[in-house]
């Protein structure tokens, strides 16, 4: 009785094949599972992907299931590049490390290519790209220089290739005072204190309790902005906002905003302006 079904899935899976070769039919994910179940081969399963006779008729959540069902990953890659070169809108994959999705962001934002490098060297656990990553870093733009580096973390202890690192774009120091961090959800009320400005990185010492001492790097500023009061005969900036690529948000008030002066949140902006001048600058919905 086995040996019967296994026959009749075997004659379905050839027809399904032969009938796509010869009649110029659309290629499913019905009968990609037909074949496969039926024991066809790999390679014959992408001569008929790749045949151009045939058309693909497969959505991204096809590619899971076929993936899910044990569908060779070259079948897979046969089908996306077949369906890129069908359609002006190609397949648009996941990736099987979740991480790469944050990386892909990171890469789209303009970060660096020295910091990104560097950022994936340090991750753990280290990265095992499968064919579905690699095709998702390709058709994201990223560099080969930082998929190789994202492939040599699985050597453990053979070093990543190391992109040569710019010198710190910052200055040695440079110390904002007058200003107050801006009550948020995690503050109970507005804080005085200054920022220094070292190298790449920005921190906030706070002017009643060191605990309260917090840094981060400039180069992981999404967006730089001002608040400001419309005034005549130009609007007059009290406020500088930075938000972090991960999304959080950070707001510094000039102390001496009441008696007209925003000396301070100027400064700060022109030194983010001068020495970190790829930052974008503008408000989050500019």
């Given at each position: ?275 970190f001048p790829q930052i974008a600058f503008g408000p989050p919905d500019a």
């Amino acid at each position: 009785m086995k040996s019967a079904n296994v026959r009749y899935l075997l004659g379905t899976a050839l027809l399904v094949l032969a009938t796509a070769t010869a009649g110029a039919e659309e290629v499913t994910v019905n009968s990609i599972l037909i074949a496969h179940r039926a024991g066809a081969t790999a390679g014959g399963i992408i001569a008929v992907v790749s045949n151009p006779a045939n058309t693909i008729a497969m959505t991204a959540g096809d590619l899971v299931t076929l993936r899910a069902a044990g569908v060779p990953e070259n079948v897979i890659t046969a089908i996306n590049a077949r369906a890129v070169a069908l359609s002006p809108q190609p397949i648009t994959l996941q990736p099987d490390d979740p991480r790469l999705v944050d990386l892909v962001r990171l890469v789209k934002s303009g970060m660096s290519e020295s910091i990104i490098a560097e950022q994936v060297r340090q991750s753990d656990p280290a990265f095992n790209l499968s064919v579905a990553d690699l095709l998702y870093l390709k058709q994201n733009g990223v560099l080969e220089s930082i998929i190789g580096a994202l492939m040599a973390t699985r050597a453990g202890t053979q070093a990543a290739p190391r992109i040569a690192a710019p010198a710190l774009a910052g200055p040695r120091e440079l110390v904002f005072d007058d200003l107050v961090l801006v009550k948020s959800m995690s503050l109970k009320k507005n804080r005085s204190g200054r920022l220094v400005m070292q190298g790449d990185l920005l921190a906030w010492v706070d002017g009643g309790d060191p605990k309260k001492n917090f840094e981060f790097q400039i180069p992981g500023l999404e967006k730089v902005w001002f608040t400001c009061q419309a005034r005549t005969p130009e609007n007059f900036c009290y406020q500088i906002n930075l938000q972090i690529v991960k999304g959080a948000q950070y707001r510094f008030r000039d102390v001496n905003q009441e008696s007209g002066s925003n000396a301070s949140v100027i400064k700060v902006m022109d030194a983010l302006r001068k020495y970190f001048p790829q930052i974008a600058f503008g408000p989050p919905d500019a």
